[in-house]
């Protein structure tokens, strides 16, 4: 079987899983008891946290570790609204995020919060003036993704943020940064931004942690009330042996950035290209798109048979993303790229990753083409 859906989740490194198993065997000590135990696992938690800093070129005290990116995203939406509700009740987004970006905002639009959508062009972008445009004295947070889950647009969020300092500083930017890191290159140093979330498992470690960057002199309110771990943010017993497996996964996609994404943007060329040649076929990624994505639909052809058939084949692929493929509306993204029902209908996501080579895209190429003869043979 050749697995082509990293943008779901990616299978975990090696020294991740072995990672896990130790420490959860050896050093089960909660950080938060006083003796040794509790000592060494404090001690890993610290590290952890050092290096992922420093795979995020930011100070440790930034970062506040999650249960996952739908958790970091709830905790800096949620949480810049509830603590500054004196500056202001509304927020800007796109209509292209993450459901667990875009539920988060229009949960808070139902509990009294103004919001603005961004509307997307055909490549799915939103651009600076946009963003611009819709800000207003009482805006209190701008959201965007760096790079859409979904057809791999890549949103220009370090201008944005650039954009943001300069005219609107009180203004905060969260960037939803899951699909993009250890992809692209960002830089949160000189990108304004003040929040940005990252889940594990989409980067090769394990499911289940996340983080959140937490700009040094904001406070947010915490959404979880309790004994106040994670400078407060996050209260409960923090998951040692994930967060020790998370720091080694990023700083594992921090240093091999480059190398892979040279590797992938030929993949995903060779790939664009072959799909390219096949009639009825549209592509709805963006030519310019993150360097691992592929999405394209059959219009009139039920994805999710095509899908199986490809299985049945030896390839794993998607529909769209992995959190809304069990529902059977069109999906809310293409319709948004102002796609048509059918477009929408019936989308394949391809995700890629470091492990494929120029001969498994070949190999899924020339199974598409059978199995799409045989879908249209049916039809
Ligand atoms: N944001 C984006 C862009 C994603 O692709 C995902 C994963 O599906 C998430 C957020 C949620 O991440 P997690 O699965 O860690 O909650």
Not at 66 to 94: D, P, Y
Not at 96 to 118: C, D, M, N, R, Y
Not at 227 to 245: D, L
Request: proline share 4%.
């Amino acid at each position: 079987m050749i697995y082509f859906d990293h943008a779901a989740t990616t299978p975990p490194y090696e020294d991740v899983t072995k990672t896990v198993a130790e420490v959860m065997a050896r050093h089960y000590g909660n950080p938060s008891s006083l003796h040794r135990l509790g000592e060494e696992s404090a001690k890993l938690l610290d590290k952890a946290r050092e290096v992922s800093a420093a795979a995020l070129g930011v100070q440790s005290r930034e970062i506040v570790f999650t249960g996952g990116a739908t958790e970091s995203n709830n905790m800096a939406i949620k949480g810049v609204a509830l603590q500054f509700t004196e500056r202001g009740k509304h927020l800007i987004t796109t209509a292209t995020e993450h459901p667990s970006v875009f539920e988060s905002v229009k949960q808070l639009a139902t509990w009294g919060w103004e919001t603005t959508i961004l509307p997307v062009d055909e490549d799915g972008g939103v651009t600076v003036e946009q963003v611009r445009e819709a800000l207003r004295p009482d805006t209190v947070l701008v959201s965007v993704m760096h790079v859409n889950n979904e057809t791999g647009t890549v949103q220009p969020v370090g201008e944005i943020g650039r954009m943001l300092k300069a005219v609107a500083p009180r203004v905060l930017f969260h960037v939803d940064g899951v699909q993009g890191f250890g992809k692209l290159p960002l830089s949160l140093a000189d990108s304004g931004i003040d929040l940005y979330s990252l889940s594990a498992h989409k980067l090769r470690g394990p499911k289940g942690v996340g983080l959140l960057y937490v700009r040094e002199g904001l406070r947010l309110a915490p959404l979880l009330a309790g004994g106040g771990q994670e400078g407060g943010y996050r209260s409960g017993t923090e998951n040692i042996p994930y967060i020790v497996a998370f720091a080694k996964a990023l700083r594992l996609a921090k240093e091999g950035r480059e190398t892979r994404a040279a590797k992938l943007y030929g993949l995903r060329e060779r790939l664009m290209h072959g799909l390219a040649e096949l009639p009825e076929l549209t592509i709805n990624s963006p030519a310019q798109g993150a360097p691992h994505i592929v999405h394209f639909s059959y219009p009139g052809m039920k994805a999710e048979a095509l899908l199986h058939m490809l299985e049945e084949e030896g390839f794993f692929v998607s529909t769209r993303s992995a959190c809304s493929s069990k529902r059977s509306e069109p999906s809310r993204i293409l319709l948004a790229m102002g796609k048509s029902k059918e477009v929408a209908s019936s989308g394949i996501r391809i995700s890629l990753g470091e492990e494929h080579e120029e001969r498994d895209i070949d190999a899924l190429l020339a199974a598409l083409k059978q199995c799409v003869k045989r879908l249209q043979v049916l039809r």
